[in-house]
């Protein structure tokens, strides 16, 4: 879910058919405002109505699915975890009205100089340990190896081309081999909602793990504990400092209760690399595919977590293949200057 904040720039025709959704549901004559669009194709917005107050997703079919969404809040509702209720659905519509969490996103929040960062993390961090000591729902898909394969491919597909590069991709293949080997099938897998970061938190007045709002889980998957944690310590979107992405390990090592740490970091390490190297092919297909290059300012920040996570001893082959076939040029300075 895209931040609950009126966007003059998000698509602003509403859905044909969703004021007859909503009057079916008991909100006929509802006002709606645009709230944003997202990397997706699905849409938001505010719906008001007499004092109350819901958010209209539109995730239009077939590019979306709202059923995934919908089985994932409830299951976090259900481990008292604060994602939307759903108050009402439209399946083959591709709309559901949803709990508004209101406007107290978290990366607004801290970009403006709001709210307490080191404790958020915290309780962000605590958050995902006591998600991964939940058994995970039913019927949700592995974060397998294929998946990963497919994801770092978007950067010799998209991003290399953009920036002129003739790459070696069999090369590629080979160096990521046995860095996803490590990672692909844990033994403990749990719940990974992929997108976890602070521009997809909420803080609500509810107590204890509640008191974060979690939006935008509907690709969720099971997977690495160590792939959240990245999501929220290298963040496309906003610079982590290195002190406190280690303070927050040490953090979640901890609280999770993980006996060997140097394995979780050198997962968490190959996570980094594997999900920076995805979101720089993601930005640039947004790009160049979708016409969408409001995402090429976050690039270099992308670039500098890549080379944080390239310096682990357990990416030695990437780190190589990256030395032979991207120049520095093509790096963090290739996207400098970019809105």
Request: with cysteine; net charge negative.
């Amino acid at each position: 879910m895209a931040a609950p904040q009126p966007d003059p720039g998000a698509g602003t025709l509403i859905p044909s058919h969703a004021p007859a959704f909503l009057a079916a549901h008991g909100w006929a004559g509802a006002a709606i405002a645009p709230l944003a669009d997202d990397a997706s194709f699905r849409r938001y917005f505010r719906v008001r109505d007499d004092g109350r107050v819901a958010v209209l997703m539109d995730a239009p079919p077939p590019h979306e699915d709202v059923r995934p969404f919908v089985r994932i809040a409830r299951h976090l509702d259900a481990i008292g975890l604060s994602a939307p209720r759903v108050l009402a659905e439209d399946v083959a519509g591709g709309l559901l009205l949803l709990e508004d969490f209101g406007d107290a996103l978290v990366g607004p929040l801290l970009r403006g100089g709001g709210g307490d960062e080191a404790a958020i993390y915290r309780d962000a961090v605590a958050l995902l340990a006591a998600l991964g000591e939940e058994a995970p729902p039913a019927r949700v898909d592995a974060y397998d190896r294929a998946t990963l394969d497919r994801e770092v491919d978007l950067f010799a597909d998209w991003y290399a081309p953009a920036c002129g590069l003739v790459v070696d991709r069999a090369g590629w293949r080979a160096a990521w081999n046995e860095a996803l080997d490590a990672v692909a099938a844990p033994a403990d897998p749990v719940l990974v909602l992929r997108d976890f970061h602070v521009d997809n938190i909420m803080l609500l007045d509810r107590p204890g793990d509640a008191r974060l709002g979690l939006l935008d889980f509907q690709d969720a998957l099971l997977g690495h504990r160590a792939y959240d944690l990245v999501s929220l310590l290298q963040d496309a979107r906003r610079d982590v400092g290195e002190a406190l992405e280690a303070a927050m390990i040490e953090r979640y090592l901890a609280a999770a209760g993980i006996a060997d740490a140097a394995r979780f970091r050198a997962d968490y390490a190959t996570l980094g690399a594997q999900r920076n190297v995805k979101i720089l092919g993601i930005f640039t297909r947004l790009w160049k595919r979708d016409g969408k290059p409001g995402y090429l300012k976050h690039q270099p920040r992308v670039w500098r977590y890549l080379e944080r996570d390239l310096a682990h001893p357990a990416l030695e082959a990437v780190a190589a293949w990256f030395n032979a076939n991207v120049p520095a040029q093509a790096r963090a300075a290739a996207w400098d200057g970019h809105a």
